[in-house]
């Protein structure tokens, strides 16, 4: 695993989720309605890049915070 891209995409994840003035345990919380179940935790370590994201997260991620994919690889 790439930690610098790791990195990057979990900067542009906080980017994000800050821009839509959510906290991550509330980002956590919509990420679950939608079938993610993704903890606060979890989201935590994929901001810092200790964690990688899967395609499902992505996918719950772009439909949460209404963004497109390229946002968050940018």
């Known amino acids: 695993m790439d930690v610098a891209y790791s990195k990057a995409i979990g900067r542009n ?3 994000l989720r800050k821009s839509k ?3 991550q345990e509330q980002l ?3 990420l679950q ?3 993610c179940d993704i903890t606060r935790s979890a989201l935590a ?3 810092v890049g200790q964690r990688h994201l899967y395609p499902d997260e992505l996918k ?3 439909t ?3 963004i497109h994919y390229e946002e968050l690889f940018v």
Request: no cysteine; hydrophobic share 50%.
């Open 21 to 23: 003035g959510l906290t």
């Open 13 to 15: 994840v906080s980017v």
């Open 45 to 47: 370590k994929i901001e």
């Open 64 to 66: 949460v915070l209404r």
């Open 60 to 62: 719950a991620l772009k």
């Open 28 to 30: 956590s919380a919509k």
């Open 33 to 35: 309605v939608v079938g």
